[in-house]
């Protein structure tokens, strides 16, 4: 569904940073991105809970890429960047060459990490304000 394009874009937008902390730590990538949000239109801008309704064009913004991104950073200061890297390598073994929704990856977080990152997620995806950057409670 382009209704779940947070799903890949968020992820390699959060991945960029996360590789970043890693060869160049005290870089700031996470903080640009920050500084980047602005609030959405609506509440579907970045993860409508639909799927095949929306135009897939649409779909196609920049807090698409900034709020996924940041969502995952969020979940990383929770557990650690480590324990998401698990979640990842998870997520992604189980649904290679398949389909996945954003739903599937909220379900592995909560497998791998014990934690239920649904209010994490509806903060830094369908929440119209911006989001203060901080670890997801």
Request: hydrophobic share 45%; charged share 20%; proline share 4%.
């Amino acid at each position: 569904c382009w209704e779940d394009m947070v799903l890949s874009e968020g992820t390699i937008t959060y991945l960029t940073g996360r590789v970043l902390d890693v060869i160049q730590p005290g870089n700031t990538y996470f903080a640009n991105l920050a500084r980047a949000l602005t609030p959405l239109p609506d509440v579907d801008h970045v993860w409508p809970q639909s799927c095949g309704v929306v135009d897939g064009i649409a779909m196609i913004n920049t807090e698409v890429y900034i709020r996924g991104g940041m969502f995952y950073r969020a979940l990383a200061l929770r557990p650690g960047a480590d324990e998401v890297d698990t979640v990842l390598r998870t997520f992604y073994e189980q649904h290679v060459l398949g389909a996945a929704r954003f739903s599937d990856m909220l379900a592995t977080i909560e497998a791998v990490t014990g934690y239920d990152a649904s209010a994490c997620a509806e903060t830094w995806l369908r929440t119209i304000a911006v989001a203060p950057v901080a670890a997801c409670d």
